[in-house]
């Protein structure tokens, strides 16, 4: 099976943005990260080709899927046939934003784990 050709625009970090994260590392698929945060015109990039300007944003074989999660990435790729089903199992939520407590730690400059507890 031919890997997919991924794009992921992504926030530095984001419960979300790792979710998708999550779901490369989980099939193995080398893809190109674009870090919203660290680079405002991948921002901008993003928000031109998606129509949009909420992330993660994912573009997969030319085809982008506009705010979207890890769990929805790796759904739209097994009903593709991109993919088929892993049985790797990952080490974040798919679907989750930061908690209170992530945002608090962020805010204060301090390391945030993003382990699925």
Same mark, same amino acid.
């Given at each position: 099976m031919?890997?997919?050709?991924?794009?992921? /625009?992504?926030?530095?970090?984001?419960? /979300?943005?790792?979710? %998708?994260?999550? %779901?490369?590392?989980k !099939?193995?698929?080398? !893809?190109?990260?674009k +870090?919203?945060?660290?680079? *405002?015109?991948?921002? /901008? &990039?993003?928000?031109?080709?998606?129509?949009? *300007?909420?992330?993660?944003?994912? &573009?997969?074989n030319? %085809?982008?899927? *506009? +705010?979207?999660? @890890?769990? =929805?990435? &790796?759904? !739209?790729?097994? =009903?593709? @046939?991109?993919?088929? =089903?892993?049985?790797?199992?990952? +080490?974040?939520?798919?679907?989750?934003?930061?908690?209170?407590?992530?945002? &608090?730690?962020?805010?204060? @400059?301090? *390391?945030?784990?993003?382990?699925?507890?």
């Open positions: 031919e890997k997919p050709q991924v794009t992921a /625009w992504l926030k530095t970090q984001c419960g /979300w943005s790792n979710g %998708v994260r999550a %779901v490369m590392q !099939y193995a698929i080398a !893809y190109t990260e +870090d919203i945060i660290k680079n *405002p015109a991948f921002r /901008w &990039e993003m928000e031109q080709r998606s129509g949009q *300007p909420l992330s993660p944003c994912v &573009e997969v030319g %085809v982008m899927l *506009p +705010d979207i999660s @890890g769990e =929805e990435v &790796e759904r !739209y790729m097994l =009903e593709q @046939g991109l993919v088929s =089903e892993s049985g790797n199992s990952t +080490d974040v939520p798919l679907n989750a934003p930061c908690s209170n407590e992530q945002h &608090e730690a962020m805010r204060r @400059g301090e *390391p945030v784990n993003f382990r699925a507890s």
